[in-house]
């Protein structure tokens, strides 16, 4: 997460968390972190471990989260991928928001080559890698 520690601290949503690791990290450097996933199990090991996280239950693929516009400072969904939240996500984010995806190039749930950054046209790509995984960090412009 060293993109990030040059933001500052702000409000961070983190899509598809999982037990919680980047919302984990996240709070311990100062952020207010609301994280969502659909495992209760996984959500439940986060409200143990991140007393200070707004941890929710909820499928994101049945539309139980909606993403609020201008809410959030960063937005992260890392390891996860649902086409249809890029959208909502980048008008998530306030005016110089960061929103960073990670995604895998091989296997089942996967982007195409080059895929990824076509969803951030019109945000400044801050960090943009392809390996076995699709990586970006792209900011959204700040109003003139």
């Given at each position: ?14 899509l598809a968390c999982g037990t919680g690791r980047n919302a984990l990290w996240l709070a311990e ?77 091989e296997g089942q749930y996967r982007v195409n080559p080059g895929e990824l950054a076509g969803y ?25």
């Amino acid at each position: 997460m060293s993109s990030v520690r040059e933001l500052a601290p702000g409000r961070a949503l983190d899509l598809a968390c999982g037990t919680g690791r980047n919302a984990l990290w996240l709070a311990e450097h100062g952020w207010k972190v609301t994280a969502v996933d659909g495992s209760p199990v996984a959500i439940e090991m986060l409200r143990q471990r991140g007393e200070n996280i707004d941890a929710r239950i909820a499928d994101l693929e049945r539309g139980e989260y909606m993403i609020e516009p201008e809410s959030w400072e960063l937005i992260l969904m890392c390891r996860y991928l649902q086409r249809d939240l890029f959208e909502p996500s980048k008008n998530g984010v306030v005016p110089g928001g960061v929103i960073i995806a990670v995604v895998r190039l091989e296997g089942q749930y996967r982007v195409n080559p080059g895929e990824l950054a076509g969803y951030f046209e019109g945000f400044e790509i801050l960090h943009s890698r392809e390996s076995s995984m699709a990586e970006i960090v792209a900011r959204r412009p700040a109003r003139g």
